[in-house]
């Protein structure tokens, strides 16, 4: 089982990104995914998931509006695009798989991980 994050970079205040999370050695859509970043000095904190079978999806609150998780089962990747973006969102993002539904944002629920992609908002 095999996570690779990517799609992140530098990007001004007000800007967009979009993170890819692509599996290998497993189906995707049998899994949640979440997503996670994590700040220098700072605890890795959950973002946004999205659940197995019905794909419902849960964002926590300081991104709701801003930031859309989905996933493409054809490609075996989920998706999280990232709008109007701030300083404050700047972080390491890391995507993963776990089988439990419906989906969490705790990091502890989650059995399988990618490495991060390195997001930064700044003028």
């Known amino acids: 089982v095999q996570l690779q994050a990517s799609g992140g970079g530098l990007v001004q205040p007000g800007g967009s990104l979009r993170l890819s999370c692509a599996a290998s050695g497993f189906t995707l859509d049998y899994y949640g995914i979440g997503w996670f970043r994590q700040a220098p000095g700072k605890e890795r904190e959950g973002v946004a998931c999205?659940?197995?079978?019905?794909?419902?999806?849960y964002y926590e609150a300081f991104v709701k509006g801003r930031f859309t998780i989905s996933r493409d089962n054809a490609k075996n990747t989920v998706y999280l695009q990232m709008n109007s973006l701030k300083p404050e969102d700047t972080a390491v993002y890391f995507c993963?798989?776990?089988?439990?539904?419906?989906?969490?944002?705790?990091?502890?629920?989650?059995?399988?991980w990618g490495q991060g992609t390195q997001v930064t908002v700044s003028s």
């Open positions: 993963a798989a776990d089988q439990t539904y419906p989906c969490g944002i705790s990091p502890r629920e989650y059995d399988y």
């Open positions: 999205i659940s197995s079978s019905d794909g419902r999806t």
